[in-house]
């Protein structure tokens, strides 16, 4: 019987930026009632309070949520509020390194971008966060840039030539995301098994990015069974799928 149930959150939970609709929330409010559940994506802490915290009732189940932002490194647990178990964080010459080689990558892989909404690069201190359009792009004007994700795949391989010594993920609708080597969502499921005390095996991972080079991908190498879904909409599904599963083994 599974007993982890992992969401990406962007592209998966909800569109990108975006908050959990009503649907979503209901679902994952009865989840949070049988299983434990635990949502791990590119975004930092205050996005997660944005798109899911703030949209969740606000009750005894959280006690099952745990919320890993920035690809899992950092990791927080519900105990009467939020407590961060950890964050590993860039040291100041990591975070030079890294924006300096973004930004010979974008100028190497060529593209260009007429208009962006907010920051590009952003430091989200255990990651950096590469957006093409910038944080606050339009869902819309997003979607249309990079859907087949051949443009984030030129400038990732020229990325990965430029800083080999750090893990380089593609995730959301329009972003790259760079960590410490090794800490990405395999070190993040790893994490939620040493925690919770829960094995790979009893665990599901959920979420939009499931290829080769994509953030969700390191999940499914780290040998948790994995369901790739195209948009929110699908992952509703798998979750009534899943809610009913476990419903009728807890009756059986």
């Known amino acids: 019987m599974k007993k982890l149930i992992v969401f990406d959150l962007d592209g998966t939970l909800a569109e990108s930026k975006s908050s959990l609709d009503a649907e979503m929330s209901a679902l994952l409010h009865d989840l949070l009632g049988i299983v434990k559940v635990a949502v791990i994506s590119g975004g930092n802490w205050p ?3 944005k798109q899911l915290l703030s949209n969740l009732p606000h009750d005894k189940h959280l006690v099952n949520l745990s919320i890993l932002p920035t690809c899992g490194t950092k990791f927080f647990q519900y105990a009467g509020d939020w407590k961060k178990i950890y964050s590993e964080d860039f040291t100041a010459d990591e975070k030079e390194k890294i924006v300096s080689s973004l930004k010979k990558a974008l100028g190497e892989a060529g593209f260009k971008v007429e208009k962006v909404w907010g920051e590009v690069i952003e430091d989200r201190g255990s990651q950096i966060t590469y957006s093409a359009l ?3 792009a339009p869902l819309e004007e ?20 430029l800083i080999p010594e750090f893990s ?15 800490i990405d969502k395999a070190y993040g499921v790893r994490k939620l098994r040493d925690i919770l005390g829960v094995s790979l095996k009893e665990m599901i991972f959920i979420g939009d990015a499931l290829f080769p080079g994509g953030n969700d991908y390191p999940a499914e190498e780290a040998g948790v069974v994995s369901i790739p879904v195209r948009g929110p909409n699908e992952s509703k599904r798998v979750t009534e799928a899943i809610i ?4 009728r083994d807890q009756q059986a």
């Open 134 to 136: 910038g944080q606050q």
């Open 142 to 161: 997003k979607n249309k840039w990079d859907p087949d994700f051949a443009k984030r795949k030129k400038i990732k391989a020229i990325l990965d030539a």
């Open 47 to 49: 996005q997660f309070e």
């Open 168 to 182: 380089v993920r593609l995730g959301g609708a329009t972003s790259i995301d760079i960590t410490k080597p090794g």
């Open 244 to 247: 009913a599963c476990l419903d």
